[in-house]
């Protein structure tokens, strides 16, 4: 099977190139420069200018976002870093991104011959919202905030890809461990300099997921004809920020007394804190336990043991453009309100 790939170099999309390079496909990545040079690159693809497509992606004289002819499957990851200070200017990148970029890609697959069969398109467990100790898998309801309406709206954006016959799958994942980028090159600074501690009560339900793991269930919601709509990307082995916190400490052998307050993280960061940090979320993966999927590492013990020992570290060295290089323009966006709706249908 021949596979595109948007954000092929970044942390998630070069871990799941190799993986499904190594199980026998043909990887297309996609680039602004068209010079994506990696051992498991097939071949390389430039992106259009984004200021053209993005300005009306239903216009069939502007420039497509991309060219996916002869893909067999589409993974579409790019986007704008949710870390940062979530200023008005951030969350319209943040947003545009996501479901401006989305829709400009879904668009461009009408001229695509053949076109994609299967188009996965990435999402969050931010989609629940904050929802205390509720038990939550896919057939549960859009929750509240900035980042339940964006991962709302961009699922909505990547589902008029069924119009044109292509199966969609939502990747809605928790935070991916892996050495060598993601949360643990952060967490292990802080938890290193004896820094690390819980973020507010602690009570916060954390749903995260190991790299090998999200790239294996990334490509079997490929190969796996009978999935579609959202698929939880977190491991079965859900864990409160407290338990995290505590266990995380232990493998680093490294003390975690520091405690951040709540009032402290949302002063500091506010919505982000909020939505980012202090959210409780216990997702469960229904759909793939119940289809028969098999976890690598369905408990944080063993996540993290591998985190800290894995060979999954992307190279650097020889990959460029970075994934940043599909943020499209956002001198003429408009941010979103607080009253966008995703469509309605089940995801």
Partial sequence: MRIGITGASGFIGSAFARHAAAAGHEIVAFSRSG????????????????????????????????????????????????????????????????????????????SAKPRPRIVLCASGAGFYGDRGDEQLDESSQRGKGFLADLCGAWEGAARQAERLGARVVFLRTGMVLGDGGGAMKLLKKVF?????????????????????????????????????????????????????????????????????????????????????????QRVRPSVALDLGFTFEHPDLQSALTASLTSDLRPPTSDLRPPTSDLRPPTSDLRPPTSDLRPPTSDL
Avoid: Y
């Avoid at 097939?42 to 976002?65: C, G, M, Q």
């Fill in 35 to 110: 010079k994506v040079i990696a051992p498991w690159v097939t071949e390389s693809r430039r992106v259009s200018d984004l200021s053209a497509t993005l300005s009306d992606a239903a216009d069939a004289t502007k420039p497509i976002a991309l060219e996916a002819s002869g893909c067999d499957a589409l993974v579409h990851l790019a986007g704008e870093s949710l870390l940062g200070w979530w200023s008005k200017a951030k969350k319209q990148r943040i947003w545009s991104s996501r479901v401006d970029l989305t829709k400009a890609v879904v668009a461009s697959l009408s």
């Fill in 192 to 280: 290193g300099l004896g820094l690390g501690g819980r973020l507010g009560n602690g009570r916060q339900w954390m749903p995260w997921i190991h790299l090998e793991d999200q790239a294996r269930l990334m490509l079997w919601c490929i190969e796996s004809a009978n999935v579609t709509g959202a698929v939880n990307h977190v491991a079965p082995g859900a864990t409160t920020n407290r338990e995290f916190t505590e266990t995380l400490a232990q493998q680093l052998k490294r003390p975690a007394f520091f405690h951040a307050p709540a009032f402290a993280l949302r002063l500091v960061m506010r919505d982000m804190a909020t939505e980012m940090f202090l959210a409780s």
